[in-house]
């Protein structure tokens, strides 16, 4: 059973270019958040998608901005990409029918360098 | 407001035990997690507690939680080098899907 797998593991992009961030969810489940950790920080929650919906959104500008496929597979886009958007890329997924405690599972990350 | 707190470093001796420490400053957080990360790898679940229980035990982590003060501590018996990772401490309200992560807590395992 894989786990939550993200794609790619690195890439590196100039200022005000625009990436897309692609994201697997664990087997059975069907809620996929995002989270971006800064070095040496916590992540930070950027917004959850939940049937092909954005249904809740963290503190991040509208450059950031996401999808949800039905199979339930995301896709995270920064537009104009600033030196500060520099960061490790999580997804998480979970099970709407979990139990209430609602353990996210992570991926790897994906690591953006702007340049 | 939201603000999860944890003290950046701890370094301990194989076979001694952890705690690594966190406060949190909202009082209507309902879920409170431990993850652990290594180098190069997401985040892994060790252990979680609802704000209605004061302690969790789960096989060398034991978890404590004073919500009067709004503390939570993570307490690993005989640790191993193989513990040596980031620690975080996150918490999430039941009217919220988002988890809110403090800095991390970088414990260091000694031979």
């Known amino acids: 059973d894989a786990g939550v797998t993200q794609s790619p593991t690195h890439l590196i992009k100039t200022r005000g270019q625009q990436v897309t961030l692609r994201c697997s969810p664990k087997?059975?489940?069907?809620?996929v958040s995002w989270y971006q950790q800064a070095l040496g920080q916590g992540p930070q929650f950027i917004f959850q998608?939940?049937?092909?919906?954005?249904?809740q959104r963290g503190n991040f500008p509208d450059r950031f901005s996401g999808h949800q496929f039905p199979n339930y597979s995301s896709e995270l886009n920064v537009n104009a990409l600033l030196l500060g958007d520099s960061a490790l890329y999580l997804c998480?997924?979970?099970?709407?029918?979990?139990?209430?405690?609602?353990?996210?599972?992570f991926g790897p990350g994906t690591r953006l360098t702007v340049l | 407001g939201e603000d999860v707190e944890q003290s950046l470093f701890l370094s301990v001796r194989e076979g001694d035990s952890s705690v690594i420490n966190c406060t949190y400053t909202?009082?209507?957080?309902?879920?409170l997690y431990w993850y652990k990360q290594e180098p190069g790898a997401g985040l892994q679940l060790l252990t979680y507690?609802?704000?209605?229980?004061d302690m969790k035990q789960d096989q060398r982590l034991t978890v404590l939680l004073n919500k009067k003060d709004k503390h939570l501590s993570l307490r690993i018996a005989d640790t191993q080098t193989g513990d040596s990772a980031i620690y975080f401490c996150?918490?999430?309200?039941?009217?919220?899907?988002?988890?809110?992560f403090g800095s991390g807590t970088r414990l260091l395992v000694r031979p």
């Open positions: 998480a997924s979970s099970s709407s029918g979990e139990s209430s405690y609602n353990e996210q599972f």
């Open positions: 087997s059975g489940h069907d809620t």
């Open positions: 998608y939940y049937e092909e919906e954005e249904r």
């Open positions: 909202d009082s209507s957080s309902t879920y």
């Open positions: 507690i609802f704000s209605n229980m």
């Open positions: 996150a918490e999430r309200m039941d009217s919220s899907y988002k988890l809110i």
